[in-house]
């Protein structure tokens, strides 16, 4: 109806009095605008889906809810609403949509679930009670253990308790920058290790890679942002690339009679990353690979498809999985291949169907989402995984344990082997004869001395293949252990645990030696001087404060990790007369190997010592501070002034302990002098990165005096350098050259 026509029309609608207008409100409420996305997502899976029921459970939250407010400072039932869209999204139905909308009544409101149930049914009553979290004043530390595992329980009646728990986490995540930043770290770290990898389980890898990219920029922004930009920078010719072999592969196809689509395979940010920490590739390597996806009409088409790819470019060996033959057990079904492409250039293939695609993108929800009619109840074969998950819980007591093994459990695949009498055992992708043992009982573990996995002796260490008849050979002999060598192999955590157990019961003085090297670990990485510190009184002293028998007693309370050897070394730096005591004779001590100095002046470091201006001066080296900073002055007995930061954790002690000895000082720097920093280099690693770091420095007229790398497994590289800079202008620059280096995403000074 256009607007011109709507006075006619109104015209004719014949005038009602005051009494009977008053009748008609609040008989039929108008629909609410705000349901209307909500009605297009629910229509579009399901277009004779009851929406009666929905706008009934909205009504239902948005009273009860009434009044709160998130942290953003909308109201809260904004949350429900958009959570209950990600599920339309995903084409659930009703009783779905329904718990999405209740989903946090019984938690946050006085709503209870039997209310739930008279009002909408022990199914919508189920699902909520699966998503609603367990009182921590019940439960206390345990209570996120105990909640996952009435999670694990409830979704092995119905697997859609956990669609909703991850729709819920999802908008959680994308308005996770409303809330405190030490929550969203929390919350952040929560999501990679646990929810993410379930609805990998689930083959949602829509939300799975939705979720961990919104992890990764949050726990790491800087490392994810420098990812952005570089596959940004490159983006361009690697769209040419990709372009040139979609054009070759179109033509083969089509002159082949396969009816396929050719697409670019984007990679999310952090699997970029996850592939350097994995495979410890650099960036270079995993970005210049090009992916492809192929998707076909048949089975017949994805094989037929395959072989027109090797007819064109060598297929890499190694490369090529049959997930058709053999799906993951998420369901997951593709053919992968890479081939050697134009210009040498590795491609890497994905071949499969259209249900394949979209069972890829999303797992048990794509039946809901294309099957219409349905419902939106999984495949009770999809789910052997969760019931193997409930019936283990049941078995494991210590909610922390628990939690261990939970988290272990579905962040790795699986195999499967058997036992000479053909029983089943899952265990985890690497493990070993020693892992099975212990999977069958811990004293079989305790006393395996051999293997035979299909008839073969092999050793404990081989890895087990899918399939293998394991036989374990045990020892009677009354001494028979494990060996603390198989920590080094085992791959599940109930046999790392068992075999813990076994050496912390047996192996006392395994913990006191261990116990005695991280403590000398430790005061070595602390520069003190360890034959002054570890004499059998100061020890003593130690064990008596920690409330230990005897000296051994703290070595194998160190050892076993109850006490740190932090919190030994400050005990034994308190015992010896504090920090600036223990850093002088630390400083006698290596005197000896060094060739003595002359003492700096005033003049000579830049720093005025308030009424006397002769005395001499040495800036520290805990905290090198330079023109800028607040800093302090304290009188040593032997070396004259020596200078800190005031925010340095030796001058709060100082100020607290010796504040007697403490004078006044401020900058008066000269055109001689220069000071001494140390900067932290944060980057993605990759060949050439020292060399242009260094010759970064090295433009700005900066001599390094020390510099120390390390690269870790995530593929980034720690830098420290030192060097001396005549004034914080000058050391402005330099750290901004170093951040125009390619892959350097954090500078920043050393601070004590």
């Known amino acids: 109806m256009s607007d011109e026509l709507l006075p006619v029309a109104m015209n004719d609608v014949p005038r009602l009095s005051m009494r009977q207008r008053l009748a008609r409100l609040g008989t039929k409420p108008p629909q609410p605008n705000v349901l209307d996305p909500l009605y297009q997502a629910i229509r579009a899976s399901h277009p004779r889906a009851n929406l009666a029921v929905v706008e009934r459970a909205y009504l239902t939250a948005s009273r009860h809810h009434a009044g709160q407010k998130r942290k953003s400072g909308d109201p809260y039932i904004t949350h429900p609403l958009a959570v209950a869209t990600i599920l339309a999204e995903l084409g659930a139905a009703e009783e779905t949509i329904c718990a999405g909308l209740l989903h946090d009544t019984v938690e946050d409101t006085a709503y209870t679930l039997d209310q739930v149930t008279a009002d909408f049914g022990p199914t919508v009553a189920l699902l909520v009670d699966g998503v609603t979290k367990l009182d921590k004043v019940t439960y206390g530390p345990s209570a996120k253990a105990e909640t996952l595992r009435k999670m694990i329980v409830n979704m092995s009646q119905d697997i859609r308790v956990l669609v909703i728990k991850l729709a819920d986490r999802l908008h959680n995540m994308r308005t996770l920058h409303f809330l405190r930043p030490d929550k969203q770290n929390r919350i952040a770290a929560e999501t990679l290790e646990v929810y993410a990898p379930l609805a990998h389980r689930l083959g949602m890898n829509t939300i799975k890679w939705e979720l961990e990219d919104l992890a990764f920029s949050t ?107 053999m799906p993951k057990y998420n369901m997951y079904q593709s053919l992968h291949t890479t081939v050697r492409g134009p210009e040498g250039t ?280 330079v023109p800028g900073d607040d800093i302090i002055g304290f009188i040593t007995r032997a070396s004259g002034v020596s200078v800190h930061r005031r925010d340095c954790s030796n001058a709060q002690d100082l100020l607290e302990h010796s504040a007697e000895r403490i004078v006044e000082v401020s900058w008066a720097p000269t055109s001689a002098s220069s000071f001494l920093v140390t900067v932290h280099i944060m980057a993605l690693d990759r060949s050439g990165l020292l060399s242009d770091v260094t010759r970064s420095i090295a433009e700005q007229h900066i001599s390094i005096t020390s510099a120390s790398v390390a690269t870790h497994r995530d593929r980034t590289a720690r830098i420290t350098m030192s060097f001396e800079t005549p004034d914080p202008t000058h050391l402005d620059h330099v750290m901004n050259a170093i951040r125009r280096v390619p892959g350097v995403y954090d500078v920043g000074r050393v601070r004590a």
């Not at 010719?237 to 990709?242: D, H, I, K, N, Y």
Request: net charge neutral; glycine share 6%; charged share 30%.
């Open 219 to 325: 726990m790491q922004p800087k490392l994810y942002d420098e990812i952005v930009h570089l596959v940004a920078q490159r983006a361009p010719s690697r769209e040419r690339f990709l372009k040139q072999v979609s054009e070759f592969i179109d033509g083969d196809l089509h002159r082949a009679g396969i009816r396929a689509t050719v697409t670019g395979r984007p990679k999310h940010y952090y699997s970029i990353y996850q592939k350097m920490v994995v495979r410890g590739r650099s960036f270079d390597d995993i970005y210049d690979l090009v992916a492809l996806r192929i998707i076909v009409d048949s089975i017949q088409d994805c094989y037929g498809a395959l072989g027109v790819l090797h007819s064109r470019w060598n297929p890499l060996p190694g490369r090529f999985k049959d997930y058709i033959a």
């Open 346 to 625: 590795p491609v890497e293939f994905q071949i499969r169907t259209w249900e394949m695609h979209r069972r890829a993108d999303y797992g048990v929800a794509a039946h809901w989402k294309y099957k219409e009619g349905k419902g939106d109840r999984a495949d009770p074969n999809e789910l052997n995984w969760v019931r193997a998950l409930n019936q283990w819980q049941r078995e494991t007591e210590d909610p922390e344990e628990f939690l261990d093994d939970l988290l272990f459990s579905i962040s790795v695949d699986e195999v499967i082997v058997y036992t000479p009498k053909g029983d089943m055992v899952t265990l985890p992708q690497g493990a070993t004869p020693v892992d099975f043992a212990y999977s069958v009982h811990t004293e079989v573990g305790h006393r395996c001395i051999g293997a035979r996995v299909n008839g073969r002796l092999v050793p404990l260490e081989s890895k087990l293949q899918t399939g293998d008849k394991v036989e374990i050979l045990t020892s009677k002999a009354e001494g028979a252990g494990p060996s603390r060598d198989w920590l080094e192999f085992v791959a599940s955590p109930r046999a790392r645990a068992k075999i813990r157990q076994y050496f912390t019961r047996e192996r006392r003085d395994e913990a006191i030696e261990s116990g005695k090297d991280a403590l000398a670990r430790q005061m070595r990485r602390m520069d003190m001087p360890m034959q002054r510190l570890l004499t059998i009184e100061h020890l003593t002293e130690v064990a008596t404060y920690f409330r230990v028998a005897d000296v051994n007693g703290l070595y194998k309370a160190v050892g076993e990790g109850s006490i740190s050897p932090q919190s030994v070394c400050q005990r034994l730096v308190e015992i010896a007369g504090g920090p600036e005591e223990v850093a002088e004779e630390t400083s006698e001590d290596s005197i000896v190997l060094r060739r003595p100095r002359a003492v700096p002046t005033s003049s000579e470091t830049g720093v005025m010592v308030h009424g006397d201006k002769g005395v001499w001066v040495k800036l520290a080296r805990c905290c090198t501070p």
